[in-house]
Nanobody, 127 residues
Framework: QVQVIESGGGLVEAGASLRLSCAAS????????MGWFRQAPGKEREFVAS????????RYADSVKGRFTISRDNAADTVYLQMNSLKLEDTAIYYC????????????????????WGQGTQVTVSS
């Protein structure tokens, strides 16, 4: 089982940038795809982005495509989410998650694909 811890959240103004980090420990990080999800107040958790174990393929929600970039550093057991041009509607708790399946070919998309979740980090975008 892998453990993940998110960091980097905070309060920023609309249009600003923020980078989230997710440090993993436990089983071999580099064997598993990773993903980011978010949950806004009163809403269900939603997919944001994911990346394959190698970093060779990524997937994004339409709402963040072109503004957010997911990346990973397997040597550092860390996955990142670079968030640019932040909008009010990006306000949410952001969760990092590790794939439950080793070596998945395509970036996973569904919550059920992920077996390990962090506690989340709050991102608040103000006007």
């Amino acid at each position: 089982q892998v453990q993940v811890i998110e960091s980097g959240g905070g309060l920023v103004e609309a249009g600003a940038s923020l980078r989230l980090s997710c440090a993993a420990s436990g089983r071999s990080f580099s064997d598993y795809a990773m993903g980011w999800f978010r949950q806004a107040p009163g809403k269900e958790r939603e997919f944001v982005a994911s990346i394959t174990w190698s970093g060779g393929a990524t997937r994004y929600a339409d709402s963040v495509k072109g503004r957010f970039t997911i990346s990973r550093d397997n040597a550092a057991d860390t996955v990142y989410l670079q968030m640019n041009s932040l909008k009010l509607e990006d306000t949410a708790i952001y969760y990092c998650a590790a794939d439950s399946l080793r070596g998945r070919r395509d970036p996973p998309r569904w919550s059920a694909d992920f077996g390990s979740w962090g506690q989340g980090t709050q991102v608040t975008v103000s006007s």
